[in-house]
């Protein structure tokens, strides 16, 4: 496929650009489409960042996030070149579309968060350990975070002197974020007891007030005759 640029008769010469017949073919075939829309094509490449598809001549990606709802490590491990997919559309660039395939299935991220609510206290699985906190796995599907300011009531710099992957704890839920499907826990023990009031003086008893009286009484009485 070639667009004709330029005809010079008396030079005998044709210039064309298969370039330009391409981006004039996919912009037709751009215009077609729309967000939202669901589409099927061939893969074409798998790379470490997603999922190059080829639909009827047009080239779509399914970035390595939008490939499953669970983290994806390794795209290979989900399709393979030649593979027909199923995607929808998430965005269109000029002539380039952003595709999704966990898009098509139900989120179960959504479904198991709804069993957890703030202030509960669950297992969780470190995975990772970052110098600004740990990763940990509460189940297949959803991924906590444990900022480091919330790995110990003390203030530390090293989360892995208190977090080693691999180990199981139990974690207190401090904030969910549906729309950003993020899971904030704690391992703080929580706030530290406040320190004791000092102790009120004891009242003296009431019998000395009660012998004074007679006391004063009988001062006045000689201060009288005197």
């Not at 929808?88 to 395939?101: E, N």
């Not at 098509?104 to 509960?120: F, M």
């Amino acid at each position: 496929m070639i667009r004709i640029l330029d005809l010079d008769r008396k030079e005998s010469k044709l210039i064309v650009s298969e370039k330009e017949a391409q981006r004039e073919f996919t912009e037709g075939k751009i215009a077609a489409f729309k967000v939202g829309d669901t589409i099927k094509g061939i893969v074409t490449g798998v790379v470490d960042f997603g999922v190059f598809v080829n639909i009827d001549g047009i080239e779509g990606l399914v970035h390595i996030s939008e490939i499953a709802w669970d983290r994806v490590d390794n795209p290979s491990k989900y399709v393979k070149v030649g593979q027909e997919v199923e995607a929808i559309i998430i965005a269109i660039d000029q002539d380039k579309l952003s595709l999704s395939m966990k898009q098509l299935t139900d989120d179960p991220w959504q479904k198991e968060i709804a069993s957890y609510k703030l202030g509960d206290f669950i297992d969780g699985k470190v995975t990772r350990i970052t110098p600004f906190g740990a990763f940990v796995e509460i189940t297949p599907v959803i991924e906590a975070l444990v900022h480091i300011s919330e790995l110990s009531d003390d203030h530390i710099t090293d989360p892995s002197a208190l977090v080693k992957v691999g180990e199981t704890k139990k974690f207190r839920v401090i904030a969910i974020d549906i729309d950003q499907h993020k899971l904030s826990l704690s391992l703080k023990t929580g706030s530290k007891e406040p320190a004791a009031k000092p102790a009120k003086p004891a009242a003296k008893p009431a019998v000395e007030t009660a012998e004074a009286e007679p006391k004063k009484a009988k001062a006045d009485k000689k201060t009288e005759k005197e």
